[in-house]
């Protein structure tokens, strides 16, 4: 995997960087959730990625305001 990564170049890199880093942009300028709420969320799809963001554009916001 890792020689894959290497060989994809500078462009292959800075794609992936940026669907890596997608759901974090997303999720930083969504108006659904703020604050604390928000860190908690951004915090969560570093630990379990994409799959938190799929609960975060079908779930959030948690509490009602």
Known sequence: MF???M???AIGMAL???VWLLPVVLILISNKTSG???LVWICL???FSWF???LYAL???ISKK
């Open 52 to 54: 938190i963001w799929i």
């Open 16 to 18: 992936v960087c940026i």
């Open 45 to 47: 799809l570093f630990l």
């Open 36 to 38: 604390a709420e928000k």
């Open 7 to 9: 060989s994809m170049g």
């Open 59 to 61: 779930l959030a916001p």
């Open 3 to 5: 020689s894959s990564i």
